[in-house]
């Protein structure tokens, strides 16, 4: 059986690989780089590792700490590759931190981050299977499905 490279390579910028089956676009809606960056998208492409994956690769574009932490929300599998001139020169997981700071927004409306006050969110990881997290302030927790929903 012959390959074929079914997203062409990118000389310089970001490959986000292994994200779940169909949550590409959740990751690049939370990442929020649609202008000046020339992206390509594989949804559901067939994987040796698991079943089907989805895979991102960014031009030109190279990810921080805080879009990697979003990521780790999302895809907690995603392995990250840095190019340069087409070759890979880092390559590395996301790793989920124990806190997560002024990225997700709390879905209890009267947690003082909601209120208009200078206070970051702040969250700490309960479980990362299934991903549920806890407001340190009011002590509300969300799943999985609110977490996207709030990022």
């Not at 879009?67 to 996301?94: Q, W």
């Not at 002024?102 to 990362?128: A, D, H, M, R, Y």
């Amino acid at each position: 059986m012959e390959k074929t490279l079914k997203i062409s390579k990118i000389k310089d910028g970001t490959v986000i690989d292994h994200i779940p089956a169909g949550n590409a676009l959740k990751v690049l809606d939370i990442l929020n780089i649609y202008e000046n960056n020339s992206i390509s998208i594989g949804i559901r492409v067939l994987s040796n590792k698991i079943e089907y994956k989805d895979v991102i690769k960014i031009e030109n574009r190279f990810l921080e700490k805080i879009e990697l932490d979003k990521i780790s929300l999302i895809a907690p599998s995603a392995t990250i590759s840095i190019i340069k001139n087409y070759v890979i020169i880092e390559k590395f997981r996301v790793d989920m931190p124990d806190k997560i700071r002024g990225i997700l927004k709390c879905i209890n409306q009267n947690c003082i981050t909601n209120s208009g006050e200078p206070v970051k969110s702040e969250f700490n990881i309960i479980s990362k299977e299934p991903l549920i997290v806890k407001c340190i302030y009011c002590k509300r927790e969300m799943n999985s499905d609110e977490i996207i929903k709030n990022i």
